[in-house]
């Protein structure tokens, strides 16, 4: 059975692109089949895996809107096992199209039951808001995965998605199973110590082991089309994010 993550923060910056790509490259390098469904019109995911958003014929926008099935708009990567449902400025304008249409929240999810069998992870890269798009990752997915920067500010907007998950469940009786990633940390930061400190005493066994370090490395390799594991495999950020893909895949 597959496994459908959302990776999701209404806040920009806090590593949800980074954590979306390079959880999907350690997941295929670990010979999982995967597909990444780049939601978020920046396409930052289509970018961070060598692909120029410009120069795309179809994107998931042709899905999404115009109904396209997903194997006519997936392209392969650069690395084994890994697809990708590419995306760029075009989806600024899905929300607008879509609005109007009857079930509309559920469109994404049709589409991936159409292809379900053909991955064993599929990890969707929300756009940093809660609206219809991030709306139909959520309904689409059976757990979700919230990166929280080591940062105060991050805590914000925490229980407000929490509290989004709580409403769908109440209204569409969907209830994907919720983590949280600590990522951007300093090991000499107190500041941030104290940030995960209060995530872990509100939130307890929901907050990954694992912790990201804020690391030049992991910045540096979207730049060059790479996941850092290609990229700088021996660096902290590396090391890290395989550790975080065994977490994941030893929980499932």
């Known amino acids: 059975m597959h496994t459908t993550t959302s990776i999701v923060n209404r806040k920009g910056g806090v590593g949800k692109t980074t954590t979306s790509v390079n959880l999907a490259a350690d997941l295929a390098i670990r010979q999982k089949k995967v597909l990444l469904v780049d939601m978020d019109p920046q396409g930052g995911s289509t970018v961070a895996l060598g692909i ?17 099935p997903l194997p006519e708009i ?8 890994l697809d990708i449902a590419p995306c760029n400025l075009e989806m600024d304008g899905a929300e607008l199209s879509i609005a109007p249409r009857m079930a509309r929240e559920l469109i994404l999810r049709r589409l991936l ?13 929300c756009p940093p808001t809660m609206g219809l798009l991030t709306l139909n990752a959520l309904l689409a997915c059976n757990q979700v995965v919230i990166p929280v920067m080591a940062e105060y500010h991050s805590l ?4 407000d998605i929490r509290q989004t998950l709580e409403d769908i469940a109440s209204f569409y009786d969907h209830r ?16 941030g110590k104290a940030v995960i400190n209060v995530l872990r005493e509100q939130f307890g066994g929901d907050v990954y082991s694992t912790i990201i370090p804020r690391n030049i490395k992991v910045a540096e390799a979207p730049s060059f089309g790479k996941p850092v594991a290609l990229y700088a495999p021996n660096s902290p950020g590396a090391k890290a994010y395989k550790k975080f893909a065994e977490e994941f895949l030893h929980e499932q």
């Open 52 to 68: 120029d958003k410009r120069n795309l014929d179809k994107t998931i926008y042709n899905s999404v809107v115009g109904g396209l």
């Open 74 to 81: 997936i392209v392969p990567t650069s690395i084994s096992n």
């Open 113 to 125: 039951v159409a292809i379900s069998n053909d991955y064993d992870q599929i990890i969707i890269d």
């Open 156 to 159: 914000e907007g925490t229980e």
């Open 176 to 191: 994907p199973r919720t983590r949280f990633l600590v990522t951007m940390a300093s090991k000499v930061n107190n500041h």
